[in-house]
């Protein structure tokens, strides 16, 4: 009787699979083309932009160990120099629509300037740029432009004046975690959920 040959299906699966590609070695024509091929796909800030293309670098250092990660650093600098003088990274270009994008989502100005800082951009910066969205989106209206955001995600999550359902303790602890979770205040969360569409159209949209 013959015997079974033993199956080698391990060794297929893994003859199978992909081989990683090793990284490329650094060059100032490679960051160009990597960085282009990003910006393409995604906005950035000067800083976040840095980030992501050091990760590369050290990627590619780790492998190559003939490379100068200080010498890959100077040739990223030029690259980021390039591409500003290029306007192909501007960061207040992009602070002002990654603003704007957060405060027609009804983002708070706390929550908005996390936000920012996590995409590397400078407070001061972040700072003055949300005042001129503010003024953009809401004129000169005395209100307190957060009440006014805080009113647009209201809208968005249909709580406070726009809840379809009936007003319960449960449904109004949910929608104050809600609105806390959007960087507001308690004082504000507090008026928006006690607040009915009548009041919102008289004092709120004014």
Known sequence: MMKEIPSNN????????????????????????AGLFYLQRFTASRSHFYDVMMQKIKKSCAYHKDQDIEACKILLNELIKKFEDLEFLNDDAYAKAYITSLRLKGFSAKKIMYQCKNKGLDSSLSSTMLETVDCS?????????????????AKKKRIGPYRKKEQTPELIRK??????????????AKRIVNTNMDEESEHLLG
């Open 10 to 33: 391990n060794a297929d699966e893994k003859s199978s699979r992909p081989k990683k590609k090793k990284p490329k070695k650094i060059t100032a024509h490679y960051l160009h083309n």
């Open 137 to 153: 989106l809401y004129g000169e209206k005395e209100e307190d432009t957060d009440l006014l955001a805080a009113t647009r995600y």
């Open 175 to 188: 929608e104050l975690s809600s609105l806390a979770r959007a960087g507001f205040s308690y004082d504000i």
